[in-house]
């Protein structure tokens, strides 16, 4: 979905500035950033992708144990909605890559979810592990890590023609009352993620756990109503392929405009001196997904904030100077 920020323009971004921060009565508040990075503590952070997915099956119980257990100061998640509205926790919107299973996530209950072997194809060791409801992710994970919850995205193809901001513009003009907007496709795709949106909302608050997580996705939608759902929860907006300036200076525009408080990004798009000016921001910046050694390395002398790693073993190691 990244594509759709190639090209966009600066006048666009300044129109549509600080979207997120209008009030419910159409007023606006001013929302202090929750600041993301960890500069002044000075030391990178180590994001487990999908839990240690290098070693354990990705997205599950089992991959967050052994990210926690090798001392990653966080583990990074997917989420999606089950048929009946519950957030379970898997990448894909389909079942075959990772389970035996055919199917989509959301034609599925959580019982029937429930029943689905996503081990097996790690190894036989993990045969019996269950795709795990965002919930149990969390009451594990409660004080002992922290969570960062990626949201898919349901509005990526469906914008008819908008920019991100255009639709996000359109979106917070109406929201929460969706049915306001033009009756299609980009109406339904909006509906389906303030679903999963405020889904996940009522996890974290129901586990107590807005004090360790971070919600992010690739959809400035998603992070819109995430701002307007959830003050209290620091969100992310994720990237990938803005080596030119240009699309650079656009996608940053976007996060600006919303008010996110951190930035999750490809390394190709990054420099020391594009950390350094979003720090100068008070942005965070999370870098994925990084398994070479010399490129940790890399990137704990640029000053990022977080290293997303399958192998934290190997990035405590870089981040630590072992």
Not at 171 to 183: F, R
């Amino acid at each position: 979905m990244q594509h759709w920020l190639v090209g966009l323009q600066a006048a666009l971004i300044v129109t549509c500035a600080r979207l997120s921060a209008g009030a419910q009565d159409g007023g606006e508040v001013e929302m202090e950033r929750k600041l993301a990075t960890t500069r002044d503590g000075g030391t990178t952070e180590v994001v487990a992708h999908r839990g240690a997915s290098a070693y354990a099956p990705e997205n599950t119980l089992a991959a967050f144990q052994l990210a926690a257990e090798m001392g990653a100061e966080w583990f990074e998640l997917d989420t999606h909605l089950s048929a009946d509205g519950v957030p379970v926790v898997i990448h894909d919107g389909t079942l075959e890559r990772t389970t035996d299973t055919e199917g989509s996530v959301e034609g599925l209950t959580v019982a029937q979810i429930r029943q689905i072997d996503v081990g097996s194809k790690k190894g036989p060791e993990f045969a019996g592990e269950r795709i795990p409801l965002l919930s149990e992710a969390l009451a594990f994970a409660w004080r002992r890590i922290g969570v960062y919850i990626e949201l898919k995205s349901a509005a990526g193809g469906e914008l008819g023609g908008r920019s991100p901001l255009e639709a996000v513009r359109e979106v917070l003009a109406v929201y929460p009352n969706l049915d306001q907007l033009e009756e299609g496709p980009f109406r339904t795709a909006c509906e389906r993620e303030a679903a999963l949106v405020q889904a996940v909302v009522r996890d974290i608050r129901a586990t107590d756990s807005a004090a360790d997580v971070l919600i992010q996705s690739f959809s400035p939608i998603v992070c819109a109503i995430a701002r307007r759902e959830a003050p209290e929860i620091p969100v992310a907006l994720l990237g990938a392929g803005y080596e030119e300036d240009a699309a650079w200076e656009a996608f940053v525009g976007i996060g600006r405009a919303m008010d996110v408080d951190s930035f999750s990004v490809d390394m190709k798009s990054l420099s020391e001196t594009r950390i350094q000016t979003l720090h100068d921001e008070g942005y965070g910046v999370a870098v994925y997904t990084i398994n070479d050694e010399a490129a940790m390395a890399r990137l704990v002398g640029w000053g990022a904030d977080r290293i997303i790693t399958d192998r934290p073993d190997a990035c405590l190691k870089v981040t630590r100077g072992e």
